[in-house]
């Protein structure tokens, strides 16, 4: 029994010496979210006010909710504050995609794909507008614009069927054990409006959680910045960089830190971008939908100019940006606290930063100056070509993706028993989406894949107690 203990003990003094990251914190607190975390740890644990949200703002976190929560309709309709939807569109409702603020997943045979949807773009060539470039950050498809629309309103054809065929592969560990992994192969059919290009460029997605995004626009940008190493000049094989996009609001560009490539720079502006890809929607920032001249949505009524109204615009961004964050659970646990130390000693946490303290919002104290625990440094990375998606977007080349935020982690499933791990919901389990790191994550995957099931296990325990 003793050499039974050993062994993982020895191996944490093994990555202790050898790996930098041994020097991130560790939290010693539940509260992830600040003094704003909730305690809730049920399948509504990702639906929750920021637990120090004033009593007087209350009621407009429930009227955004009904806007996020409650379908659109067609227009022209009765319900004139709701309708305008498509004639294009993924989804009628923001919770379509977030399903109860949490993570999407990809469509099962035989099903329409909801939470998850392509991007679409082509190459760039010589002769591309440099403005077209700098506002949108590739070349939307001609024809299909930016998105993949599987559903339409009567009268309209949607743009496409979208199915997934999946590729098992098995990978050895090197004690011996077996994980089997799945890869995706997209496939489109019945296409509405012509062929798609020969040259067209996908990119899968699936819904993220909605959880703690006041919380991450907080953060100072210089403190995003200052963990910049795009040439990667101390070594550590980490060369995390900032995406820089089109601020529709100030009209230049700015940081993003929002969506799985950091292409949008506010809460706000990824909620207006998500109306009008996801839904039809036209809104006062992102006045014109995904449709095309040449689909000719503008010669069926819509919801009025614009559809989403800046107050209801106001409400659901008013929603979004005061989620909740789950508190931590089992901090306590001994295999918790393990895997807390092998996250950041085999090399995680260079990337899933642990602690970060936002600055001053105006009009919002309960976001500001408050100790968080997200475990992101919202900077794009190199992962590898096994995710990669072969598609730019603004500064993030085929092979990068933004860091992705791990509180709430634990939940996800139980939020959304369907719910997959990684940009396009891949990983049915944490240890999958380990698996496919690749990149600049290949060293602390190769770490990991050389550790006793023991510590896997603490790993992973630490990965659920988030």
């Known amino acids: 029994m003793k050499l039974l203990l050993a062994a993982p003990a020895l191996a944490l003094m093994f990555f202790t010496a050898a790996c930098p990251g041994a ?6 607190t ?7 975390t909730v305690a809730q740890s049920d399948h509504n644990a990702y639906s929750l006010p920021l637990g120090n949200l004033p009593i007087a703002r209350r ?7 009904s806007f996020f929560r409650n379908p659109w309709v067609i227009a022209p309709s009765s319900t004139d504050a709701r309708d305008g939807l498509g004639p294009l569109f993924n989804t009628n409702s923001c919770q379509g995609c977030h399903i109860k603020d949490g993570r999407g997943h990809p469509p099962a045979p035989g099903e329409t794909a909801v939470s998850l949807f392509l991007r679409l ?6 002769d591309t507008d440099p403005e077209l470039l700098q506002r949108h950050g590739f070349v939307p498809a001609p024809v299909y614009g930016s998105q993949l629309q599987t559903a339409a309103i009567p009268g309209m054809q949607p743009e496409a069927r979208l199915a997934i065929d999946w ?7 090197d004690d011996g054990s077996e994980v089997e992994l799945r890869r995706p192969v997209y496939r489109t059919d019945k296409p509405g409006y012509g062929p798609l290009p020969d040259d ?3 990119s899968p997605r699936v819904a993220p959680p909605m959880i703690g995004l006041g919380l991450l626009e907080a953060i100072p940008e210089k403190t995003l910045l200052a963990a910049e190493d795009p040439h990667d000049l101390d070594g550590d094989g980490i060369s995390g960089r900032a995406n820089q996009v089109w601020d529709r609001v100030g009209q230049r560009t700015a940081l993003g830190r929002f969506g799985l490539k950091a292409a949008e720079v506010s809460v706000l502006q990824q909620s207006m971008a998500a109306f009008a890809g996801d839904m039809g929607l036209s809104s006062t920032l992102v006045p014109d939908t995904d449709c095309t001249s040449e689909q000719q949505c503008d010669q069926l009524p819509d919801g009025g100019t614009p559809e989403v109204s800046d107050k209801i615009a106001a409400f659901v961004n008013f929603y979004a940006m005061s989620l909740a964050v789950p508190a931590r659970r089992n901090l306590d646990d001994p295999a918790v606290q393990q895997g807390a130390e092998l996250f950041n000693e085999i090399g995680c946490a260079a990337c899933h930063t642990p602690r970060h ?3 001053s919002v105006a009009d919002r104290p309960e976001l500001g100056a408050q100790v968080i625990w997200p475990y992101t440094d919202l900077l794009l990375h190199d992962m590898g070509d096994g995710l990669a998606d072969g598609r730019s977007e603004f500064l993030a080349d085929g092979n990068e993706w933004r860091t992705p935020p791990l509180w709430g982690l634990g939940l996800a499933q139980q939020i959304n028993p369907r719910a997959g791990f990684l940009h396009d919901g891949r990983a049915r389990t944490l240890e999958e989406a380990i698996l496919w790191h690749g990149g600049e994550a290949q060293r602390t995957v190769e770490r990991y894949r050389g550790l006793p099931a023991a510590l896997r296990q603490s790993l992973t325990a630490f990965l659920n107690s988030l």
């Open 357 to 359: 303290t936002t600055g």
């Open 200 to 202: 067209l460029l996908i």
């Open 121 to 126: 773009s082509v190459p760039a060539q010589p």
């Open 23 to 28: 020097d991130y914190p560790l939290q010693d």
């Open 30 to 36: 539940v509260n992830s979210g600040g003094t704003g």
């Open 167 to 173: 590729q098992l592969l098995q990978e050895r560990l």
């Open 59 to 65: 009621l407009d976190f429930s009227v955004g909710n």
